[in-house]
Structures are given as C-alpha cells and as structure tokens.
C-alpha cells in the first residue's frame, strides 16, 4: 500500500513565527489534501492541493494563513503562519489512492505556546 | 453538503463482546464510503472501504461494514472484541465525483480486557 511520510512529527514553536510541514509520498498522485485535527475533534480538511495549479481551501481556511505548495506529484508543503496557540492540532497529509482510499500521514503535533 | 454522523461517541466493551458502531451519512446522490482506526500514538489506518458492489464489505482485522442505501448508514461490526481494538474509529465519505472527503467526529472504543 501506499507510505506517505510527513515531518517533523512534532514539534512546539512560539506564537507569531510559522512552521513549514512536509508530506513525501511514494508515488506519484493527483491530489494530496491537508487535514487538521484538533484536540478531541474530528478531522477537518484544510485544502486539496493540486501539483500545477493553486490550492483550493475549505471555508474558514486562508491562502495567507496556511499558504500550501505542490511542487510535483510526490511532495506538498503546509505552512502554518503567524501562529496563535489555537493552531495547536495535529495536521495530517493525505492523498487518494484508488484502489485503498486515502492514505495519511503519521501526521504533526503541533504546540504553539 | 456531505455530512457524517457518528452518534456514539464512546462505547466500552469488554473482550469477545461484539462490537457496532453507527454511522449515518447525508448525500442524495453516489458515494464511497470508509472507515478509519486510529490506534493510540498511532496515524489513522484505512479499515476497510465500500465504492460498490457488494454491500456487505470486509475489511482488515476481522471488521466488516454493511452499507445499506435505504437507511444511508454504513455500520461497522466485529463479533467478537479483543483489547488491541481499542482505538477511535472514524467512519468518513467521499462524494463520487468529487475529491473532499468528510468525516464523523469519532468513536472511542475502550476494550477491558
């Protein structure tokens, strides 16, 4: 099955600077999406990034907050910027692959303090 | 818009009981449907996945889901428990045709041995 691999798995930053996430995946694919997972809540999609073209973010996500490239089919990047202790959460990188769904990453744990 | 609703948010069962949880889901047209397990410090993990076919679907670790369309409910069951099942357990859906896939808020499954 498919491995995507995500860095740093944790990490605790100061409030007002930004963190730069990392997803690798193992083959190539379309879209990669990017998650977030707040403590005890279910997981919320923060964008669907397409290698090509600019992200595409839910409601209540911004381009200047959670700016995402996708530099090719295997690599995407999360930054989470100017960041407040509500950006505390796990954010998780997925991406579909048909014949097994959506594979995720072992997500990042992120402590903003 | 998709919904998914997961109406037990924590269930405690004791070994070899069986096991149920519910998920309903809200969408007029095709879907596919997932479930997800999370165990412990762990990244979620595809359980098993319905596109089409045969409703009755299983998956890995003894866990099988029936979707049944009347009802728009994909319940997921295991006859019979064991303390490694404990986990949270995400029931989730993808809109055929479209990339977003939406998930419930969970279900904590505490196993006593």
């Known amino acids: 099955s498919a491995v995507i691999s995500q860095k740093p798995s944790r990490d605790i930053c100061q409030r007002g600077t930004s963190l730069t996430i990392q997803c690798q995946v193992d083959s190539q694919v379309t879209m990669m999406f990017w998650y977030r997972q707040q403590p005890g809540q279910s997981l919320t999609l923060i964008a669907t990034?397409?290698?090509?073209?600019?992200?595409?973010?839910e409601s209540g996500f911004v381009i200047d907050k959670f700016p995402i490239s996708r530099p090719n089919l295997t690599f995407s990047t999360l930054t989470v910027s100017n960041m407040s202790p509500e950006d505390s959460s796990i954010y998780l990188c997925?991406?579909?692959?048909?014949?097994?769904?959506?594979?995720f990453g072992s997500g990042t744990r992120l402590t903003v303090v | 818009a998709q919904s998914v609703s997961q109406h037990n948010h924590h269930v405690i069962l004791s070994e070899a009981a069986s096991l149920e949880l519910g998920c309903n889901y809200s969408?007029?047209?095709?879907?596919?449907l997932f479930w997800y397990v999370q165990y412990p410090g762990q990244h979620l993990q595809l359980l098993l996945k319905y596109f089409s076919g045969d409703p009755l679907v299983k998956g890995i670790k003894g866990f099988e889901a029936e979707f049944i369309k009347s009802k728009f409910s994909f319940n997921l069951r295991k006859p019979s428990v064991q303390w490694s099942d404990t986990a949270e357990y995400f029931c989730a859906v993808n809109a055929v045709g479209y990339q977003k896939v939406t998930f419930g808020t969970g279900t904590k499954l505490q196993v006593i041995p």
């Open positions: 990034a397409n290698q090509g073209s600019e992200a595409t973010y």
């Open positions: 997925s991406a579909e692959y048909r014949a097994n769904g959506y594979t």
């Open positions: 969408y007029g047209g095709t879907v596919n």
